[in-house]
């Protein structure tokens, strides 16, 4: 396995260390942010990423019991400034925040790398006996808090990072199912697949830098979601390493034994223990995948085409609609067009054929990427069928560039919250689901709330949506946000309203607090809400009885307060 694929992320930002794409190269980029933020021209790059010396964290605490029962078990434990930086936090904006400015208000007191489910188990049970906390670590790429390691009772915590746990067991190309350890990063679990001629087909946009056990603790979604399902569709089975020992759920086609276990599994977020196995539903590496590009002049008449697609099956294997807003920065992440006089004419030419004949305005039009699988036949097929509902909602065929260029950038465009944070830009996302009926409904009022929290702020900002995961009922829709860092400072107060103005937008107009990202710390507000005391009250009580002491990821799961979640470490209530 490459070494490549398993390179650990930056502390304070996205991606490995010295990897980042060149957004220096697009002629397009830096027009529309000025025009966008009122800005005369573009403004010099402020924030160099900060210096490992210079950062300071809490002192650690230690416990010589705790070390030598791992020392026994063959465990070091790690407490150097590297371990604990790099496992302080995951990919949040108070995350980033705090990495930016070099001061680290909780990190965890010492970190450990289990190799396999016996090291795992005995850094839980360990951890139990020394009554320490305990927070399992997959990629650290969580963008709500998930991995804060603040503990309110004060105890020690550890980081278990689960990343060396990353095997592939056993494939059965018969039931087409795989027996995968779950500290395996995305890339690492499709390298073993593929050699073998599978795929898993699940892929975040954080796909290189998180883990299986991480997607299943966060009740995660691929791209390909419409067409292979989210993780909870993909994953048969898990094995925990609970603080009462191990918990095996079984994998079976179906079952009617009772309550589902696997359900109480996706999204424990690591408070029930650490997911050291699962059973994944795999599928023969298809033999081509073809993107496309349509343009509609509105969102809701793209939403009615992806809602029929999907309510027909004529779905394709990705629809990527995004609104206006959204298509303008697309666009203008296009690199200058190389290729001489010729193939510029022949693009003007064409922009104006689709300008003309499908009465498209590019200013304010709405991009859609769609991809296709299968044989060369099948992609032709399925493209056929989802081009006729395309075309009934006045969809018009813009070529495979925009689709090509979209499959090419899929995983640079996350590195784009630091390349704008280096230039005083702060932007983040929110991201909910809803019914078809209620859609267009929750994206104008989610919208129009991140509108008026700029203005009550006197904030330039920029706001935009894109829908990504479809079903028959309804779809998730993505907010993007940023804005222009104000220089007589509350930037982090600026953002805490932002982000609080459209979560609750997403309580008030029918959406879920979290399609895809879990809840972490920054969603905990918005959770008795969702879930309603009842349901509080029912997940407290199945904690207690797997995790007595409360030693796994404490305080998760756990709502919170609008004080505490304001705070610079946030502590669930107990
Ligand atoms: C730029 C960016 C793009 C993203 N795109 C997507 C996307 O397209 N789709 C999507 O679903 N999410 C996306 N995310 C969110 C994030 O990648 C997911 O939440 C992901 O599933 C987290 O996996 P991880 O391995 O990084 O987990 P971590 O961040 O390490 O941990 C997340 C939570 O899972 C728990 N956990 C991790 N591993 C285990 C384990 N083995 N056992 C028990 N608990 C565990 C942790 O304790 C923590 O509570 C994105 C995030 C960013 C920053």
């Not at 970190?111 to 997959?138: K, R």
């Not at 104000?486 to 805490?496: K, Q, R, V």
Request: glycine share 10%.
């Amino acid at each position: 396995m490459s070494d490549n694929l398993q390179k650990p992320m930056k502390w304070w930002g996205w991606g490995a260390e010295g990897e980042a794409p060149n957004f220096e190269n697009k002629p397009h980029l830096w027009p529309y942010i000025t025009r966008h933020l009122q800005l005369k021209e573009k403004p010099q790059r402020k924030a160099p990423p900060p210096d490992l010396e210079t950062v300071t964290l809490p002192p650690a605490k230690q416990n010589e019991k705790f070390s030598a029962a791992m020392a026994r078990c063959g465990l070091q434990v790690f407490a150097g400034k590297e371990h604990r930086l790099a496992h302080a936090g995951g990919k949040s904006f108070r995350d980033l925040w705090h990495a930016r400015k070099g001061k680290i208000p909780c990190a965890p007191d010492a970190v450990l790398y289990p190799q396999n489910a016996e090291e795992a188990a005995a850094a839980v049970a360990e951890a139990q006996e020394c009554d320490i906390a305990i927070i399992p670590f997959g990629g650290g790429s969580n963008i709500a808090g998930c991995l804060t390691p603040a503990d309110a009772r004060g105890r020690m915590v550890v980081a278990a990072d689960t990343t060396k746990i990353n095997r592939l067991l056993s494939l059965n190309e018969k039931s087409q199912i795989a027996q995968m350890q779950a500290g395996a990063l995305g890339g690492v679990l499709e390298a073993q697949l593929n050699a073998r001629g599978w795929t898993f087909g699940h892929f975040p946009d954080s796909f290189l830098h998180s883990t299986l056990g991480g997607w299943i603790a966060t009740r995660s979604a691929g791209m390909q979601s419409d067409e292979y399902g989210c993780i909870e569709n993909l994953t048969a089975g898990a094995t925990l390493q609970t603080p009462g020992g191990v918990w095996n759920i079984k994998h079976f086609p179906r079952s009617a034994a009772a309550m589902n276990m696997k359900e109480l599994v996706l999204g424990s977020e690591g408070a029930l223990g650490i997911i050291t196995e699962a059973v994944i539903k795999i599928r023969p590496l298809p033999a081509r995948k073809l993107f496309f590009g349509y343009l509609f002049s509105e969102f809701a008449s793209g939403l009615e085409a992806v809602r029929e697609c999907l309510q027909t099956g004529a779905k394709p294997l990705i629809s990527r609609l995004s609104d206006h807003n959204r298509t303008a920065l697309s666009f203008s992440f296009r690199e200058a067009s190389g290729g001489g006089a010729i193939k510029k004419a022949m693009a003007a030419i064409a922009k104006t054929y689709i300008a003309k004949s499908g009465g498209i305005d590019f200013s304010k039009c709405c991009l859609m990427i769609v991809a296709f699988e299968g044989s060369e036949k099948e992609c032709a097929k399925k493209h056929s069928a989802a081009r006729r509902i395309f075309r009934k909602y006045g969809g018009v065929f813009a070529g495979a560039g925009p689709g090509e260029s979209f499959a090419r950038g899929k995983f640079d465009f996350p590195h784009i919250r630091d390349y704008l944070w280096d230039y005083g830009i702060y932007a983040d996302v929110s991201e909910t689901a809803t019914e078809w009926e209620n859609a267009e409904n929750l994206r104008l009022r989610a919208l129009a709330a991140l509108e008026e929290s700029f203005r009550a702020r006197n904030l330039r900002g920029w706001c935009g949506c894109h829908l990504s995961h479809s079903y028959r009922d309804g779809a998730s829709l993505y907010f993007s946000f940023a804005f222009l860092r104000d220089e007589n400072g509350g930037n982090l107060a600026h953002y805490f309203a932002i982000k609080r103005a459209v979560q609750d937008a997403f309580a008030k107009n029918g959406g879920t607090l979290s399609h895809h990202h879990s809840v972490g710390t920054d969603h905990a507000p918005w959770l008795e809400n969702e879930l309603s005391p009842f349901g509080i009250a029912a997940m407290d009580a199945i904690k207690k009885s797997i995790d007595p002491r409360a030693i796994m990821n404490p305080g998760k799961l756990r709502p919170l307060s609008w004080e505490r979640w304001r705070a610079d470490i946030p502590l669930a209530e107990e």
